[in-house]
């Protein structure tokens, strides 16, 4: 597509219930990336991959946190359990980058705001 | 500390008028990049201009240029003639790790006053 397309956009869950986030990388790049945004906060990295394998994934802040890329394009996050504290919105960003530390633009989508109640 | 700091939580600006948004960061390292970001109402985040260390020359971008003084570790963003299409928050970033995983600051929330 012609931009990083997430969804849902919005989603309100339930303490406790599982939850899917989908984020759809740009044609061709290879690098896709997670990001967490608390409110009034910059965003946090959460994983990143290149092509299929998870590259880094040192951002998920416990194992309740998971996330795939199974064809090296469209990738899941999945939260298991979620917490209140789990509320944030959800970046998801892809870029050519090939994972050298290079000067390659992300290009983020607008994100999935999950709401624990 | 690998920081960005950001210490301005909110900016406003007259529509034409000239505004510079401030940002610090602390690193050892000599060669890398720094970014800044606008993220609008909508939340997608936009690359604004991006400036390279081992430059001399501050990077230009339209209306927007950067004031880039290494030693000091501030890179401060500014925005010539606003329009009300600036309005947003505006976020510095740096990639301690590799571009893969952008440290940002807190962010500024910039007004443009018609």
């Known amino acids: 597509g012609a931009g990083v397309s997430q969804t849902p956009s919005n989603k309100v869950t339930e303490k406790g219930k599982y939850v899917e986030l989908r984020c759809d990388p740009i044609?061709?790049?290879?690098?896709l990336y997670w990001y967490r945004q608390s409110l009034g906060q910059g965003p946090e990295f959460l994983i990143y991959f290149q092509g299929t394998g998870a590259a880094d994934d040192s951002g998920l802040p416990n194992d309740r946190f998971f996330a795939v890329r199974p064809e090296g394009s469209v990738s899941t996050l999945k939260i298991q359990r979620t917490e209140r504290g789990d509320s944030a919105v959800y970046l998801c960003a892809s870029s050519f980058a090939t994972g050298q530390r290079d000067t390659g633009e992300l290009f983020f989508g607008e994100g999935s705001r999950l709401t624990v109640l | 500390a690998q920081t960005v700091t950001q210490s301005q939580p909110e900016m406003s600006v007259q529509e034409a008028e000239t505004v510079t948004l401030s940002c610090t960061y602390d690193?050892?390292?000599?060669?890398?990049?720094l970014f800044w970001y606008k993220q609008p109402p909508s939340r997608q985040m936009i690359l604004v201009i991006r400036?390279?260390?081992?430059?001399?020359q501050n990077a230009t971008e339209n209306r927007f240029s950067v004031n880039f003084q290494k030693a000091a570790k501030s890179f401060s963003l500014k925005i010539s003639d606003s329009q009300l299409g600036d309005a947003a928050m505006y976020f510095c970033a740096y990639p301690f790790f590799g571009n893969e995983k952008l440290t940002f600051g807190t962010g500024t929330r910039l007004t443009i006053i018609p």
């Open positions: 400036q390279e260390a081992y430059k001399q």
């Open positions: 690193t050892s390292e000599s060669d890398y990049y």
């Open positions: 044609s061709g790049h290879t690098a």
